[in-house]
């Protein structure tokens, strides 16, 4: 198990999207308690850790996402 790169309140990027926003919880490996997709994932990929973090989108407004820390990069 890797440990985890950010931490809660850590201000991170979405690397795809470009998407702000701030880490407010954190997993040590894929939780369906915060997936509600619970999508069937690359093991290796679930044994990651994951972040719920609160980004920005284009208009400005608050959403929760729940990403694995490939994902994600330091602001």
Do not use: C
Request: net charge negative.
């Amino acid at each position: 198990m890797t440990e985890p790169k950010f931490a809660i309140g850590d201000r991170v990027r979405h690397v795809s999207m470009g998407h702000h926003g701030v880490v407010v919880a954190v997993d040590r490996e894929h939780s369906t308690a915060h997936d509600a997709n619970d999508l069937s994932l690359n093991p290796a990929i679930r044994s990651s850790p994951w972040y719920k973090v609160t980004l920005e989108n284009e208009q400005g407004q608050p959403v929760d996402s729940y990403l694995s820390e490939s994902q994600l990069d330091s602001e």
